[in-house]
């Protein structure tokens, strides 16, 4: 499949950022949904303000996308926010559903209101969403944000096995990487020398290898469906 348009939620920082930059280094024309645009916009790449988790508000953004004269055939849902980072027991229940409705519903009407034009003219697509290797095995103070990527990543094999075989859908599960909400949670007193001490690649990673294996999926892996990458510098392949 050759792409020729992508849409990135998320995608004014961090991975989704990184992603537009790879797309536009491509040739991608590309349209980017986020709450908000950054202040000078990249290429051929067009900013539309949107919250994912409000369907008349996507289904509008998609239709603006498709006008723009080729209808989107990649999709990276890489939009996400933080949570709460406290015990289970001193979680706000409101807090916690916004956590699942920005991961979890939002992923999911993105992905449907990309993939029904699709569908409906049997035409060839992929799908990039973004879980984490927090959605893997337990992880203290991650019942909000690790509940929520684990059912992104549920989420992705389902989609995959539904819509198959015209559109293609994959996820990446990023360990720590080096984006600006991280960033803020090391101002904030985060100590993540822990996690790069345990991955065998010692480090965290970079926006734009994580958005090299987003690539890779989107574009290049045209026999590959319904799986979740880690990348996480072999992180949960330490067994101990």
Known sequence: MTAVHAVVTGGASGIGEAVVDRFLTRGLMVTVLDLSAPASARGRAEYLEVDVTDAEAVEAAMAHARARGRVPDVLVTSHGIRGQFVPAVELDPDRVRRVLDV??????????AFARPLLNTGTDGAIVTISSTTAYRGWPKQADYGTAKAAVSQL?????????P???????????TLTPMVQEMIDQGYDVSQIEDRSPLGRLCLPDEMARSIEH???D??????????VDGGWTAVGK
């Open 166 to 176: 015209g559109i293609r859908v994959n996820s990446v599960a990023p360990g720590h």
């Open 221 to 230: 892996a045209s026999f590959v469906t319904g799986v979740c990458l880690p």
């Open 156 to 164: 992705t094999q389902n989609l995959a096995v539904e819509w198959a």
């Open 103 to 112: 991961h979890v519903v939002g992923t999911l009407l993105v992905a449907s």
């Open 217 to 219: 999926l989107a574009l």
